[in-house]
C-alpha cells in the first residue's frame, strides 16, 4: 500500500491495537464503572455530611448479593433465603442493629441518598472536559469496478464553562485508498478550534451553573432526609418494640386473670357443694372464667400477629423465631416517666432552627424564588460571541505536514431577536406561580409543625396524668380484689362484685403498662417534632436529656400547678 499505508499500519500495531484491547478489556469489566461510580459518590456523601453535621459516617449500600452477578442470583435462592430458620433473643440494642443490616425501608432511603449524590456526579461532569475518540473504517465498491477502503479517526475535546461559554478542539484524520483501477490514495489531517460565549440571554456563572447549583442543594436536602429518616427509624423500631413488651405483659395480665377466675370458680363450686353458695353465683363465675379465657386467647393471636408485622418491618424471615427480651420494659417500669417539660414557643423557635425537614423546606422555598429569575433569563434576547479557527495538513498524502499560512480564521456575533417567546413567557409565568405556591406552602409547614408541637405537649401531659391516674387504680382494684374474695368466704358479698373488681384490676394493670409506653413513645417523638432527638447517645430513650440543646427537666410553676389536679372549665375557656 506504499509509504503511507506501511506507516499507518504500523502505527496501528504499535498504537492502536494495544489501546483497542486495554479499551475492550476495561470495557468488559463493569466492576471498573461500579467502583468508579461508588468511589465518587460516597466521597461527595462524605463531604455533604462533614459540611452539614461537621462530623461523617461510613456509608455504603452494598449488600449480601452486591458483589454477585445478576446473572448468577437465581430466585430459587430468594425463595430458600426466606424459608431460614433461625431462633435468637433480642434486647434493644440487637434489634435497632438488626433492623439497620435488614431493613428493606432503610435499605431504600439508603439508595436514595445515592442516587441524589449520582446525579450530581452527572451534573459536575457537564463542566470537565468531554473526550470523544471515534474511527470508522469501510471498503465501497463503485459501479464501475473500483473498490476503496477509507479509514477516519476523530478526537474531539469540548468543555462547558461556568460563564454560559463552550470550547471545543478537534483533531481528525481521514485515510483513502483505492485498490483497483488508478491506485490513488490520500491521507489528511485537521485541527479545529471553537468557543461560543453567550452574552445575553444564558450568559453569567448564576445561570450557566444553575442545574450544577441545584444538584448540590438536592444532595444536601437528601443527606438531612436520611438523617431525618434515621432518627424517625430508631424511634419507630424503639416504640414498635416496647409496644410487643406491652403486648407481651398484656398476655401475661390475661393469664393471670384467667388463673385467678379458674380458682375463685373452683372455690365458689366448692361452696355451692357445700350449700353455700347459689348456682346463680357459680353459673356467673363460670360465664366470667369463659370470658376471660377468650380474652386470653385473643390476646395470644394479636400479639403473635403484631410480632410478625415487626419481623417484616427488621426484614428477617417470617420463618425467624424472635424472642424479646424482657428486661427492657422492666428497666423502664423501674426508670419511671422521665419528665421533659418545655412551653411550646420555645419548642417551635428551636424546631425551625433545628428540625432537618423544616431547614429543607425553607431551602426549597429559596429554590423556587432564585427560579423566577433563572426562568426571566430566557425572555432575553439571545447574544451569542463565537470564534473558530481549523488547519489542515497539505494534500493528497502527506498528513503531517502544516502550513501556518493555510490557517482559517472567523468569529462573529449571532442574535435571537425575542420575537418568539412563547414557551419561554408560559414557563416564567408558570415560575411566579408555582413561587407564590412554594409561599403558601411554607407557611402551611410551619402551621403544621406548630400544631405538631402542640398536640404533643397536650399528649405529654395527657399521658403523664393517665399513668399516675392507672398506677393508683391499679392499688385500688388489687385491695377490692382482696377485700372481696375474703367477704365471699364470710358470706358477706355476693360473685358479682368479685367479678367487677377482678375486670377492673386487669383493666387497670393493662392501662398502667400501655400508659407508660405511650409516655415513652409520645415523649421521643416529641423531641423527634422539635429536631432536637439525640439518637448517637447510647441507650438515648432512658436518658433525662436526648438533645442536641439543654432542656430543664424541672417543670415551670405554671406546670406544677397543672399536674396536681384537672383545669377546671371556667378556667380553660375564659378569654
Same mark, same amino acid.
Request: net charge negative.
Given at each position: 500500500m506504499g509509504n503511507i499505508s506501511n506507516r499507518l499500519e504500523k502505527q496501528f500495531l504499535r498504537i492502536g491495537l494495544p489501546a483497542s484491547l486495554c479499551l475492550a478489556v476495561v470495557a468488559c469489566k463493569t466492576s471498573y464503572y461500579h467502583d468508579k461510580a461508588d468511589k465518587e459518590v460516597y466521597q461527595i456523601i462524605e463531604e455533604v455530611e462533614s459540611q452539614v453535621f461537621g462530623t461523617t459516617n461510613q456509608f455504603s449500600i452494598n449488600t449480601k448479593f452486591s458483589e454477585r452477578k445478576a446473572s448468577e442470583i437465581e430466585p430459587s435462592e430468594i425463595i430458600a433465603d426466606r424459608q431460614e430458620l433461625s431462633k435468637r433473643t433480642l434486647d434493644l440494642d440487637a434489634t435497632l442493629d438488626l433492623a439497620v443490616n435488614n431493613s428493606r425501608e432503610y435499605q431504600t432511603e439508603k439508595e436514595r441518598l445515592y442516587l441524589s449524590a449520582l446525579s450530581l456526579t452527572g451534573e459536575r461532569w457537564e463542566f470537565s472536559p468531554q473526550f470523544l475518540a471515534r474511527s470508522t473504517a469501510s471498503r465501497d465498491r463503485a459501479s464501475n469496478g473500483d473498490q476503496t477502503g477509507s479509514v477516519g479517526s476523530r478526537l474531539s475535546v469540548g468543555q462547558a464553562l461556568t460563564t454560559g461559554a463552550s470550547i471545543g478542539a478537534t483533531v481528525a484524520n481521514d485515510l483513502l485508498r483505492f485498490y483497483t483501477g488508478d491506485p490513488r490514495r490520500s491521507a489528511v489531517s485537521s485541527l479545529s478550534l471553537n468557543i461560543v460565549q453567550p452574552l445575553l440571554r444564558g450568559a453569567g456563572r448564576t445561570i450557566a451553573r444553575e442545574n450544577l447549583k441545584q444538584a448540590e442543594r438536592n444532595v444536601i436536602y437528601a443527606v438531612r432526609d436520611f438523617s431525618q429518616f434515621q432518627r424517625e427509624f430508631s424511634v419507630d423500631i424503639i416504640s414498635q418494640f416496647f409496644n410487643l413488651l406491652q403486648q407481651r405483659d398484656i398476655v401475661r395480665n390475661r393469664f393471670t386473670d384467667y388463673q385467678s377466675r379458674t380458682n375463685s370458680t373452683?372455690? @365458689?363450686?366448692?361452696?355451692?357443694?357445700?350449700? @353455700?353458695?347459689?348456682?346463680?353465683?357459680?353459673?356467673?363465675?363460670?360465664?366470667?372464667?369463659?370470658? +376471660?379465657? !377468650?380474652?386470653?386467647?385473643?390476646?395470644?393471636? !394479636?400479639?403473635?400477629?403484631? %410480632?410478625?408485622?415487626?419481623?417484616?418491618?427488621?426484614?428477617?424471615?417470617?420463618?425467624?423465631?424472635?424472642?424479646?427480651?424482657?428486661?427492657?420494659l422492666k428497666t423502664l417500669e423501674e426508670t419511671g416517666l422521665? $419528665?421533659?417539660?418545655?412551653?411550646?414557643?420555645?419548642?417551635?423557635?428551636?424546631?425551625?432552627?433545628?428540625?432537618?425537614?423544616?431547614? !429543607?423546606?425553607?431551602?426549597?422555598?429559596?429554590?423556587?424564588?432564585?427560579?423566577?429569575?433563572?426562568?426571566?433569563?430566557?425572555?432575553?434576547?439571545?447574544?451569542?460571541?463565537?470564534?473558530?479557527?481549523?488547519?489542515?495538513?497539505?494534500?493528497?498524502?502527506?498528513?503531517?505536514?502544516?502550513?501556518?499560512?493555510?490557517?482559517?480564521?472567523?468569529?462573529?456575533?449571532?442574535?435571537?431577536?425575542?420575537?418568539?417567546?412563547?414557551?419561554?413567557?408560559?414557563?416564567?409565568?408558570?415560575?411566579?406561580?408555582?413561587?407564590?405556591?412554594?409561599?403558601?406552602?411554607?407557611?402551611?409547614?410551619?402551621?403544621?409543625?406548630?400544631?405538631?408541637?402542640?398536640?404533643?405537649?397536650?399528649?405529654?401531659?395527657?399521658?403523664?396524668?393517665?399513668?399516675?391516674?392507672?398506677?393508683?387504680?391499679?392499688? @385500688?382494684?388489687?385491695?377490692?380484689?382482696?377485700?372481696?374474695? %375474703?367477704?365471699?368466704?364470710?358470706?358477706?358479698?355476693?360473685?358479682?362484685?368479685?367479678?367487677?373488681?377482678?375486670?377492673?384490676?386487669?383493666?387497670?394493670?393493662?392501662?398502667? +403498662?400501655?400508659?407508660?409506653?405511650?409516655?415513652?413513645?409520645?415523649?421521643?417523638?416529641?423531641?423527634?417534632?422539635?429536631?432536637?432527638?439525640?439518637?448517637?447517645?447510647?441507650?438515648?430513650? %432512658?436518658?433525662?436529656?436526648?438533645?442536641?440543646?439543654?432542656?430543664?427537666? $424541672?417543670?415551670?410553676?405554671?406546670?406544677?400547678?397543672?399536674?396536681?389536679?384537672?383545669?377546671?372549665?371556667?378556667? %380553660?375557656?375564659?378569654?
Open positions: 373452683a372455690r @365458689l363450686e366448692g361452696r355451692f357443694a357445700a350449700g @353455700l353458695e347459689t348456682a346463680v353465683g357459680v353459673g356467673l363465675a363460670r360465664q366470667a372464667e369463659l370470658t +376471660s379465657r !377468650n380474652g386470653y386467647v385473643n390476646t395470644v393471636a !394479636n400479639y403473635q400477629t403484631q %410480632l410478625d408485622q415487626f419481623k417484616i418491618r427488621l426484614g428477617v424471615p417470617l420463618t425467624h423465631e424472635l424472642q424479646l427480651d424482657d428486661t427492657e422521665i $419528665e421533659t417539660f418545655i412551653d411550646s414557643k420555645t419548642a417551635f423557635e428551636l424546631a425551625v432552627a433545628n428540625h432537618l425537614l423544616i431547614l !429543607n423546606d425553607i431551602d426549597r422555598f429559596e429554590d423556587s424564588r432564585r427560579q423566577v429569575k433563572i426562568v426571566a433569563n430566557r425572555l432575553r434576547p439571545g447574544l451569542d460571541f463565537f470564534a473558530d479557527a481549523s488547519l489542515a495538513s497539505e494534500r493528497p498524502t502527506d498528513y503531517t505536514e502544516f502550513d501556518i499560512d493555510d490557517l482559517r480564521a472567523g468569529a462573529g456575533f449571532e442574535i435571537d431577536l425575542p420575537v418568539n417567546r412563547f414557551r419561554e413567557r408560559n414557563q416564567y409565568r408558570a415560575a411566579v406561580v408555582n413561587f407564590e405556591r412554594a409561599i403558601r406552602t411554607l407557611g402551611l409547614t410551619l402551621d403544621q409543625k406548630r400544631n405538631q408541637i402542640e398536640r404533643g405537649l397536650r399528649t405529654l401531659s395527657q399521658l403523664r396524668e393517665n399513668y399516675r391516674i392507672q398506677t393508683l387504680a391499679v392499688t @385500688l382494684a388489687e385491695e377490692r380484689v382482696t377485700s372481696a374474695d %375474703l367477704n365471699i368466704q364470710a358470706g358477706r358479698a355476693v360473685v358479682r362484685d368479685l367479678v367487677e373488681a377482678q375486670n377492673e384490676l386487669l383493666a387497670a394493670k393493662n392501662s398502667r +403498662s400501655a400508659a407508660l409506653v405511650d409516655y415513652l413513645s409520645a415523649r421521643l417523638q416529641l423531641l423527634l417534632d422539635i429536631g432536637i432527638l439525640n439518637t448517637d447517645i447510647e441507650r438515648y430513650w %432512658l436518658e433525662p436529656s436526648p438533645t442536641t440543646v439543654p432542656l430543664s427537666n $424541672e417543670p415551670a410553676s405554671a406546670a406544677k400547678a397543672e399536674t396536681v389536679g384537672v383545669t377546671i372549665p371556667s378556667k %380553660l375557656f375564659e378569654e
